[in-house]
């Protein structure tokens, strides 16, 4: 069956830390894997876009690798603050059914 | 607008009541995606609009839901008869284009069966 697997337990961490998020898919070849940032009562917010043929894309203090051999993504959050704090969701695009398929996502907690 | 704006941001009603859900997307944007999100769980893909066509209404849970999309604009997604599992957290998104491309996101409008 066709799975996309993220933390259920929230990622507890000190500031200034490096947050790493795991996105775990299984049966799924998807042309992009996108990141999303998502508060309480918020719609999601996009982070970052990494293609199948990229392994790793940075936007100021993030990080995300993609490897299809292993079917996984890594979200890296460097130098973490409180206000990084919310729930991170990874999502396969799909071209084949043109469909984004979502992970429930993992929290994330930075303490001051 | 600048954003995705979705209206109402709540909606409690009765059990067997139709609701209509309105969806207005940034300006421009062809692509319109209508998701829903059980509390804790991630996002459920509804149906698809690109322009005012849908081309995949698969997510649709039942013939209760229907969307529709005019001017290449506004859509509306409805639930006819509810029932107390249509609870959730509705979000709309659109992007410049299909394929692949970020989406941008509406609040969301949260709908309580009672």
């Known amino acids: 069956s066709q799975k996309i697997e993220q933390n259920s337990e929230a990622l507890n961490i000190q500031e200034g830390k490096t947050a790493t998020l795991t996105c775990n898919y299984t049966n799924y070849s998807p042309a992009y894997l996108q990141w999303y940032r998502q508060d309480p009562g918020r719609g999601p917010v996009f982070l970052l876009l990494?293609?199948?043929?990229?392994k790793e894309k940075r936007k100021e203090r993030l990080k995300v690798t993609f490897d299809t051999t292993l079917k996984q993504s890594l979200f890296h959050i460097t130098a973490s603050q409180p206000a990084d704090s919310a729930t991170y969701l990874c999502?396969?695009?799909?071209?084949?059914?043109?469909?984004?398929?979502f992970g429930s996502g993992t929290r994330l907690l930075v303490r001051p | 607008g600048a954003g995705v704006s979705q209206s109402p941001s709540n909606k409690v009603t009765e059990k067997g009541k139709d609701v209509e859900l309105r969806c207005d997307p940034i300006?421009?944007?062809?692509?319109l995606y209508w998701y829903r999100q059980s509390l804790g769980q991630g996002l459920e893909f509804l149906i698809y609009?690109?322009?005012?066509?849908?081309?995949?209404k698969s997510g649709l849970p039942s013939d209760r839901f229907s969307a529709e999309r005019t001017g290449g604009s506004v859509s509306t997604l409805t639930i006819q008869r509810t029932q107390q599992e249509d609870s959730a957290v509705y979000l709309c998104?659109?992007?410049?284009?299909?394929?692949?491309?970020?989406?941008?996101f509406g609040d969301g409008t949260r709908l309580s069966i009672l």
């Open positions: 990494i293609r199948e043929n990229e």
């Open positions: 609009f690109q322009g005012n066509s849908a081309p995949d």
């Open positions: 300006s421009g944007h062809t692509a």
């Open positions: 998104a659109s992007s410049r284009t299909g394929g692949g491309q970020p989406q941008h």
């Open positions: 999502a396969l695009w799909m071209d084949s059914s043109y469909k984004l398929i």
